[in-house]
């Protein structure tokens, strides 16, 4: 199996701040790599596909960049309401695995 | 707009059996490849089962992979998980989502339904 390693796994920062989230592949796995936004008590939400597309409707803060075994995740100001939990996946190989997640909390 | 509604979870004993349903609106269902997903208590998401737009091609982990069921029923719009041999670490949130489309190659998860809670304990 893939293991998919998150850095870090709890992170708290000020509204504005630029946020950093870092996934590593345990193999090459391309670009198929996707991120997930998971708010306290409801379903996660794609944010980014194949490393670097953004999902229609995500506003334009969130970017992600990457291929091989190393990608990011950016929020470029952080807002309130992007307090949440976040995840990255690949599906290079079944079975599909998650990273173990990102807490992003408000200073 | 795409909705997904779960339904089925409960408290099983360990060793017994559920059926998990997965009702889609808002889309031609069998266009779409779908997938369960599974979160226990306080922790990460666990990929669990799979399956094509015809049905015809599934997907297991291997720590369901015999005792879990896949499949779907596209003249009901509906996709179901059958449980049995239930452990006390089958115990999460199931979610069920949606491909991107009905071959199993875009994992691209969204939308996912709300989820809906299997308890296995004595």
């Known amino acids: 199996d893939i293991q998919m390693t998150q850095s870090p796994s709890s992170l708290s920062a000020s509204v504005g701040d630029r946020v950093i989230i870092t996934c590593q592949a345990s193999?090459?796995?391309?670009?198929?790599l996707n991120w997930y936004q998971q708010k306290p008590g409801m379903a996660p939400k794609l944010l980014i596909y194949?490393?670097?597309n953004l999902e229609a409707g995500v506003p334009s803060r969130f970017s992600g960049s990457g291929s091989g075994t190393d990608f990011t995740f950016t929020i470029s100001s952080l807002q309130p309401e992007d307090i949440a939990t976040y995840y990255c996946?690949?599906?290079?190989?079944?079975?599909?695995?998650f990273g173990q997640g990102t807490r992003l909390e408000i200073k | 707009e795409v909705q997904l509604l779960e339904s089925g979870g409960d408290l099983v004993q360990p060793g017994g059996s559920l059926r998990l349903s997965c009702a889609a609106s808002?889309?031609?269902?069998?266009?779409?490849?779908m997938t369960w997903v599974r979160q226990a208590p306080g922790k990460g998401l666990e990929w669990v089962a799979g399956?094509?737009?015809?049905?015809?091609?599934?997907y297991y982990a291997d720590s369901v992979k015999g005792r879990f069921i896949i499949s779907r029923d596209n003249s009901k719009n509906t996709l179901f998980l059958q449980m049995s041999s239930l452990r006390a670490e089958d115990t999460a949130v199931y979610y069920c989502?949606?491909?991107?489309?009905?071959?199993?190659?875009?994992?691209?998860?969204?939308?996912w339904g709300q989820g809906t809670l299997v308890t296995v304990s004595s």
């Open positions: 989502a949606k491909l991107y489309s009905s071959s199993w190659s875009l994992i691209w998860l969204d939308p």
């Open positions: 808002g889309l031609t269902f069998s266009n779409y490849a």
């Open positions: 399956i094509s737009g015809s049905g015809g091609s599934t």
């Open positions: 193999q090459d796995i391309n670009n198929y």
């Open positions: 194949d490393a670097s």
């Open positions: 996946q690949q599906y290079e190989n079944l079975p599909i695995t």
